[in-house]
Protein backbone atom coordinates (compact mmCIF):
# COMPACT_ATOMS: atom_id res chain seq x y z
CA UNK A 1 0.00 0.00 0.00
CA UNK A 2 1.12 3.55 -0.91
CA UNK A 3 0.51 6.13 1.67
CA UNK A 4 1.25 9.66 1.04
CA UNK A 5 2.39 12.01 3.57
CA UNK A 6 2.32 16.12 3.58
CA UNK A 7 5.33 17.27 4.55
CA UNK A 8 4.58 18.32 8.16
CA UNK A 9 4.14 14.87 8.69
CA UNK A 10 7.21 13.32 7.92
CA UNK A 11 9.12 16.12 9.45
CA UNK A 12 7.97 15.12 12.82
CA UNK A 13 9.72 11.75 12.65
CA UNK A 14 13.01 13.44 12.11
CA UNK A 15 13.18 17.02 14.09
CA UNK A 16 14.51 15.13 17.13
CA UNK A 17 13.38 19.10 18.86
CA UNK A 18 10.10 19.00 18.70
CA UNK A 19 7.70 17.39 20.96
CA UNK A 20 4.84 15.79 20.14
CA UNK A 21 1.38 16.57 22.28
CA UNK A 22 -1.42 14.63 22.80
CA UNK A 23 -3.95 16.94 24.89
CA UNK A 24 -7.62 15.57 26.15
CA UNK A 25 -10.46 17.58 27.36
CA UNK A 26 -13.80 15.67 28.05
CA UNK A 27 -13.55 13.62 25.29
CA UNK A 28 -11.64 15.35 22.77
CA UNK A 29 -8.18 14.76 21.94
CA UNK A 30 -5.83 16.96 19.71
CA UNK A 31 -2.21 16.87 18.85
CA UNK A 32 0.30 19.47 18.02
CA UNK A 33 3.98 19.81 18.69
CA UNK A 34 6.08 22.34 20.26
CA UNK A 35 9.97 23.05 20.44
CA UNK A 36 11.93 20.86 22.99
CA UNK A 37 14.76 23.80 22.91
CA UNK A 38 12.63 26.48 23.45
CA UNK A 39 9.11 25.37 24.74
CA UNK A 40 8.39 29.26 25.37
CA UNK A 41 5.81 30.39 28.75
CA UNK A 42 3.62 28.72 30.68
CA UNK A 43 0.82 31.56 30.03
CA UNK A 44 1.33 30.93 25.87
CA UNK A 45 1.05 26.79 26.65
CA UNK A 46 -2.19 28.12 28.29
CA UNK A 47 -3.36 30.10 25.91
CA UNK A 48 -2.48 27.51 22.81
CA UNK A 49 -4.22 25.07 24.91
CA UNK A 50 -7.60 26.97 25.33
CA UNK A 51 -7.33 28.17 21.49
CA UNK A 52 -6.73 24.22 20.51
CA UNK A 53 -9.60 23.20 22.12
CA UNK A 54 -11.55 25.87 21.38
CA UNK A 55 -12.33 27.00 24.69
CA UNK A 56 -11.25 30.39 25.34
CA UNK A 57 -13.43 31.74 27.90
CA UNK A 58 -13.05 29.08 30.30
CA UNK A 59 -10.92 28.58 32.91
CA UNK A 60 -9.16 25.14 33.30
CA UNK A 61 -6.36 23.21 35.27
CA UNK A 62 -3.80 21.20 33.32
CA UNK A 63 -2.08 18.29 34.03
CA UNK A 64 0.68 15.76 32.70
CA UNK A 65 1.00 12.39 32.94
CA UNK A 66 4.90 11.82 33.90
CA UNK A 67 7.01 8.74 32.97
CA UNK A 68 5.72 6.57 35.69
CA UNK A 69 2.06 7.48 35.08
CA UNK A 70 1.82 10.04 37.64
CA UNK A 71 -0.51 13.48 36.99
CA UNK A 72 0.87 16.09 37.66
CA UNK A 73 0.19 20.04 37.45
CA UNK A 74 1.33 22.38 34.79
CA UNK A 75 0.36 25.70 36.33
CA UNK A 76 4.22 27.54 36.07
CA UNK A 77 7.18 28.27 33.49
CA UNK A 78 9.19 25.49 35.77
CA UNK A 79 7.00 22.77 35.70
CA UNK A 80 6.19 23.47 32.29
CA UNK A 81 9.45 23.54 31.35
CA UNK A 82 9.97 19.77 33.11
CA UNK A 83 6.93 18.44 31.45
CA UNK A 84 8.59 19.26 27.90
CA UNK A 85 11.79 18.17 29.00
CA UNK A 86 10.59 14.44 30.05
CA UNK A 87 8.44 14.29 27.03
CA UNK A 88 9.73 11.22 25.64
CA UNK A 89 8.32 10.83 22.62
CA UNK A 90 4.61 12.40 23.57
CA UNK A 91 3.65 14.75 26.12
CA UNK A 92 0.31 13.63 27.56
CA UNK A 93 -1.85 16.83 28.55
CA UNK A 94 -5.23 16.33 30.57
CA UNK A 95 -7.40 19.63 30.79
CA UNK A 96 -10.13 19.84 33.34
CA UNK A 97 -13.20 22.65 34.15
CA UNK A 98 -12.30 24.54 37.51
CA UNK A 99 -14.51 24.39 40.01
Do not use: W
Not at 34 to 63: C, M, S, W
Amino acid sequence: MNRSFHKSQTLRFYDCSAVEVKSKFGAEFRRFSLDRQKPGKFEDFYKLVLHTHHIANTEVTIGYADVHGDLLPINNDDNFCKAVSSANPLLRVFIQKRG
